[in-house]
């Protein structure tokens, strides 16, 4: 059975040697002193190995039930989600007063990492009442807010999204779910929508579902989309449970991972529900909710290819397979284990190298979510902005490509089930897929984020690297390794945007053609720009006279290896973009 | 439910348009003209379709079970297999005075296509059969030979390899499986062999396991492996079935994938064995049938790859969801189709591009093999051998991360195990694995096949290549779409096997770091020059007044795609091999 052991000092890492949280001028910021967050990440990542880690097969094997209208969770889930109740977990960035921890959102991130990567499946319970709590925090009513949030924060009830239906998904405008205003203010929604994520099961007293649909006489298409809340039982204003309001659960999907999360078919029939926010204003509320669950995607991403990777590391070093070519270095054994072969470090390298410049990229969009939400800082929003579609898109990708590379250092055992590596490639998958596919992660990004604000986001990102290029062109130890790589890289990057920028007036499918590659090129910018600055920073410790000098030079290794192997796709993305739209748009539907 | 439509319009223009293979100076070749090609590949087709094609979602949902000691194959699998050996669809290639078709490898390769892609688990029963029936045929006795190939043949009989073991895959020095020789000549065989495909079944009277054993006292590690025929019941010499052998299924594997295949632990416990071939002699027998499955394993690659693109295809057609950013193309509609969206484009042709690359390049392989075989040509066997770990390596590779693209294009649906696209996945997935896995294809390449016969074959290939150029420079509809790219790619490819020879002397490792880069840019180098030959031979169609243009503009345009999108895949994995071992070697075994 695979295992999990959070990587606290790497998550330590990124916190104070890189991001250097605890001198941030964010509110609560101050707080996180390196002896304080290394205590919680300690204790988050025992919850994580010994409670969560070994649920992650079990939910795989056993998946959720539905039978006589009830759904059932795997065996220990409800026990599990007691504990995470009961350990303060759920609720460690909700303020005090409503029951949290009043915690920056980049220190819920570093915790949620740890529950992630230990079992994707059952934290999406948690992770999706965090979406509907942010997204009443942001938009609902006072009453609204008095309402739920403590139960939300607290996962006492719990929370889904409702977006697709049968015939929608990323095109929302079509959208048939109806809800009918009621004299008393209320609205009856009738309508059906699917793949909703911890749609129903036993472990909470209530789900809140936050519902889009259509209020009849509306605008076409998006602009008449609204947003209500739907709880699974109907409560009074002090929140006692009342009648079985008109939702229920279909049908669980059966699908190729993430077995352990109720993926529902969930019918409303003249369900009741209340308005969040303005009417046809239903997306503004929805995209608080979507952008966070993109975020959390991107972290999912990263996360299976960490914990596959963890157990990728294990297994070569147990399993011996071949001699190295450069002489035995096991010679008492029958033969040497699997990580002195190069092509079995190159794939860990790949991994790890991932990983760990995912870490840094999420972390950091982390501290410009808190930059932007407690300081209302504008430019930290507009850049996060530009950057939620690359953590999503390019993480996943990546995420599953590597967790699947990780399967494969198994040979024939990575194809078993019993040995949990295909779990972690299935479970990966979906990350692609959901909360916007990752073709239309690019199409925001090409088509909507590098224009933004006329542009100012962008050039602010470029304007960024350039800065540290050069604030750091007299440090010969980063120069040739780092920042030549990374000025090279951050070129084809401005090169496709200017492409983009002549040849999509005359076509817009130029720019959309390359839409893909562009997200991937971008994603490798941030990730040599991330490594550029770890290792600045774990030179810096060396130099401060640090004494685990083996994990500081791992990390300035494990950078030089990022730069060097995986840098140099920008070049391949940046000649595909080049050739524009012509032989991508070239056949008719009718040749394919 | 996915379907499949052979593509017998596709599979001809490769054997006639492009490989011409009625010209060719090969035994057998001049019989096959279009007309009677044709009428086979419809016919295979029908079968796929109609019988293997609905098979493949049973397979995958009942998998195979062990019961009682019998290993019960899904619903349908039988009587189907019956179908398979009642049309003669087994027997192709074999020998006609042993109940074959004698037909040319080529044309097995091209039907076997049709019924991997409608199902591939299914088809490993049929697959596992042929490569006993080779290795029998090749390094067998006159008595094994009559005894044992017609049954093969006609999959009266089916066979397996037997090779892996718990504790070695790769490293098969490291076996543990005895073979004691009895007084009468037989062996003893006793021990435990894992990953066993079609192991077990109830589709077969007989089931003739080749398994590689040691006889004790025999040389150590790999020099000291024979190859025994172990049948499932023993059998008088005439075939008539007697009492039950030692051996024994000991329990079917849960698999990520391919559930319509049983995959067994086999448990030997003095089976009674016939020696193949020398004693200690085993591995040279079981490459011949290790060969012919890798190729056959580079099929299946690109058959699951085939199979999701036809049914991604279909959907982007069917689904209506946003529209073109050129203007409505479904105007009467509620919105356009996905086709006409860039980035599905961009994903749809990647996949058409690779498949039709792909196939090109295993069907030349195929009569490679064929010249090698009957013409008995050296250069033809040594080119061959050096391209088997890219059609084995690269095409499984593809395979999967095409597979998965095509899952991509149904977004959430494609997550549903109800829609066949996650089936896809998971299959094509095994085919990276097994016959050696793709990291030790990419060892055999690049650490033997290169050096071969002193460099001889590779020579050969770069030599090919600009003959190609220099023989068709003057063709302006191929110079700067198809020459000047094949041009750029061989030379980076050049360039790799140049930085290999001067610096893997120095340290084996600068070129083994590199050797899983290598391979996928000769894979890259190969299908370049199999699409400027198609590009080519579809012009030449075209001035030969083809009626059916739109097909050859459709093959042109495709081939377009491929050099402008793909081939500049070469640049970046030149940039990786350059940098050496250094950063992949860096970290010691316990920094990771």
């Given at each position: 059975?695979?295992?999990?052991?959070?990587?606290?000092?790497?998550?330590?890492?990124?916190?104070?040697?890189?991001?250097?949280?605890?001198?941030?001028?964010?509110?609560g910021?101050?707080?996180?002193?390196?002896?304080?967050?290394?205590a919680?990440?300690?204790e988050?990542?025992?919850?994580?190995?010994?409670?969560?880690?070994?649920l992650?097969?079990?939910?795989?094997?056993?998946?959720?039930?539905?039978?006589?209208?009830?759904?059932?969770?795997?065996?220990?889930?409800?026990?599990?989600f007691?504990?995470?109740?009961?350990?303060?977990?759920?609720?460690?960035?909700?303020?005090?007063d409503?029951?949290?921890?009043?915690?920056?959102?980049?220190?819920?991130?570093a915790?949620?990492?740890?529950?992630?990567?230990?079992?994707?499946?059952?934290?999406m319970?948690?992770?999706?009442t965090?979406?509907?709590?942010?997204?009443?925090?942001?938009h609902?009513?006072?009453?609204?807010?008095?309402?739920?949030?403590p139960?939300?924060?607290?996962?006492?009830?719990?929370?889904?999204?409702n977006?697709?239906?049968?015939?929608?998904?990323?095109?929302?405008?079509?959208?048939?779910?109806?809800?009918?205003?009621?004299?008393?203010?209320?609205?009856?929604?009738?309508?059906?929508?699917?793949?909703?994520?911890?749609g129903?099961?036993?472990?909470?007293?209530?789900?809140?579902h936050?519902?889009?649909?259509?209020?009849?006489?509306?605008?076409?298409g998006?602009?008449?989309?609204?947003?209500?809340?739907?709880?699974k039982i109907?409560?009074?204003?002090?929140?006692?449970?009342?009648?079985?309001?008109?939702?229920?659960?279909?049908?669980?999907?059966?699908?190729?991972?993430?077995?352990?999360?109720?993926?529902?078919?969930?019918?409303?029939?003249?369900?009741?529900?209340?308005?969040?926010?303005?009417?046809?204003?239903?997306?503004?509320?929805?995209?608080?909710?979507m952008?966070?669950?993109r975020?959390?995607?991107?972290?999912?991403?990263?996360?299976?290819a960490?914990?596959?990777?963890?157990n990728?590391?294990?297994?070569?070093?147990d399993?011996?397979?071949?001699?190295?070519?450069?002489?035995?270095?096991?010679p008492?054994?029958?033969?040497?284990?699997?990580?002195?072969?190069p092509?079995?470090?190159?794939?860990l390298m790949?991994?790890?190298?991932?990983?760990?410049?995912?870490?840094?990229?999420?972390?950091?969009?982390?501290?410009?979510?808190?930059?932007?939400?407690?300081?209302?800082?504008?430019?930290a929003?507009?850049?996060?902005?530009?950057?939620?579609?690359?953590?999503?898109?390019f993480?996943?990708?990546?995420?599953?490509?590597?967790?699947?590379?990780?399967q494969?250092?198994?040979?024939?055992?990575g194809?078993?089930?019993?040995?949990?590596?295909?779990?972690?490639?299935?479970?990966?998958?979906?990350?692609?897929?959901?909360?916007?596919?990752?073709?239309v992660?690019?199409l925001?990004?090409?088509?909507?984020?590098?224009?933004?604000?006329?542009?100012?986001?962008?050039?602010?990102?470029?304007?960024?690297?350039?800065?540290?290029?050069?604030?750091?062109?007299?440090?010969?130890?980063?120069?040739?390794?780092?920042?030549?790589?990374l000025?090279?890289?951050?070129?084809?990057?401005q090169?496709?945007?200017?492409?983009?920028?002549?040849?999509?007036?005359?076509?817009?499918?130029?720019?959309?053609?390359?839409?893909?590659?562009?997200?991937?090129?971008?994603?490798?910018?941030?990730?040599?720009?991330?490594?550029?600055?770890?290792?600045?920073?774990?030179?810096?410790?060396?130099?401060?006279?640090?004494?685990?000098?083996?994990?500081?030079e791992?990390?300035?290794?494990t950078?030089?290896?990022?730069?060097?192997?995986q840098?140099?796709?920008?070049?391949?993305?940046?000649?595909?973009i080049?050739?524009?739209?012509e032989?991508?748009?070239?056949l008719?539907?009718?040749?394919?």
């Amino acid at each position: 059975m695979p295992t999990y052991t959070a990587p606290v000092k790497d998550l330590q890492f990124v916190l104070h040697d890189l991001l250097k949280v605890s001198e941030q001028d964010i509110e609560g910021y101050s707080e996180l002193d390196p002896e304080f967050t290394g205590a919680v990440l300690e204790e988050a990542g025992k919850v994580s190995s010994e409670v969560l880690a070994p649920l992650n097969v079990v939910g795989d094997a056993e998946g959720c039930v539905l039978e006589n209208g009830v759904v059932r969770t795997p065996k220990g889930f409800k026990e599990a989600f007691e504990q995470m109740k009961e350990g303060g977990w759920t609720a460690l960035d909700a303020a005090e007063d409503i029951g949290g921890q009043n915690l920056p959102y980049v220190m819920y991130t570093a915790v949620n990492e740890t529950f992630v990567t230990a079992n994707m499946a059952f934290n999406m319970y948690q992770g999706l009442t965090h979406g509907a709590y942010s997204a009443i925090l942001e938009h609902g009513s006072d009453i609204q807010k008095a309402m739920y949030l403590p139960k939300l924060a607290t996962c006492e009830w719990t929370g889904t999204m409702n977006l697709t239906e049968p015939h929608c998904g990323t095109d929302l405008g079509l959208m048939r779910t109806k809800a009918v205003p009621q004299d008393d203010g209320t609205f009856k929604i009738s309508g059906q929508k699917i793949f909703i994520s911890a749609g129903d099961h036993d472990m909470a007293d209530n789900i809140i579902h936050l519902v889009l649909a259509k209020i009849p006489g509306g605008p076409e298409g998006i602009k008449g989309v609204s947003l209500f809340i739907v709880p699974k039982i109907l409560h009074d204003e002090n929140g006692a449970l009342g009648a079985a309001n008109g939702v229920s659960c279909g049908k669980i999907e059966e699908k190729m991972g993430i077995h352990g999360n109720s993926t529902c078919v969930m019918n409303y029939d003249e369900a009741e529900g209340y308005l969040i926010g303005e009417e046809h204003k239903g997306m503004r509320a929805m995209f608080v909710m979507m952008n966070e669950a993109r975020m959390g995607v991107g972290l999912q991403g990263y996360a299976q290819a960490e914990a596959a990777y963890q157990n990728a590391v294990i297994y070569a070093n147990d399993r011996l397979q071949g001699r190295a070519v450069t002489g035995d270095e096991n010679p008492d054994g029958p033969a040497d284990p699997l990580i002195v072969h190069p092509d079995i470090r190159r794939n860990l390298m790949d991994q790890k190298s991932f990983v760990e410049g995912a870490r840094a990229l999420t972390f950091w969009g982390s501290s410009l979510i808190d930059r932007a939400n407690k300081n209302n800082d504008e430019d930290a929003d507009g850049l996060i902005s530009l950057l939620t579609p690359v953590i999503k898109g390019f993480q996943t990708d990546k995420g599953f490509e590597f967790a699947v590379a990780a399967q494969q250092v198994y040979g024939g055992h990575g194809y078993i089930e019993e040995w949990g590596m295909s779990q972690f490639a299935r479970d990966a998958r979906i990350a692609m897929i959901y909360e916007g596919a990752n073709g239309v992660q690019a199409l925001d990004l090409v088509g909507r984020k590098l224009a933004q604000d006329g542009g100012k986001h962008v050039m602010a990102f470029f304007e960024m690297i350039k800065s540290f290029i050069k604030d750091n062109e007299g440090n010969d130890a980063l120069k040739a390794d780092f920042l030549d790589p990374l000025k090279s890289a951050s070129k084809d990057l401005q090169a496709a945007g200017m492409y983009f920028m002549q040849n999509g007036m005359k076509n817009p499918n130029n720019a959309l053609a390359g839409s893909y590659d562009f997200m991937h090129m971008m994603g490798h910018v941030c990730f040599g720009l991330m490594w550029a600055r770890m290792a600045k920073a774990a030179m810096e410790a060396l130099e401060n006279g640090a004494t685990d000098t083996a994990f500081y030079e791992t990390k300035i290794a494990t950078g030089k290896y990022y730069m060097a192997r995986q840098l140099p796709a920008t070049k391949m993305h940046l000649a595909r973009i080049n050739t524009g739209a012509e032989t991508v748009m070239a056949l008719k539907a009718a040749n394919f």
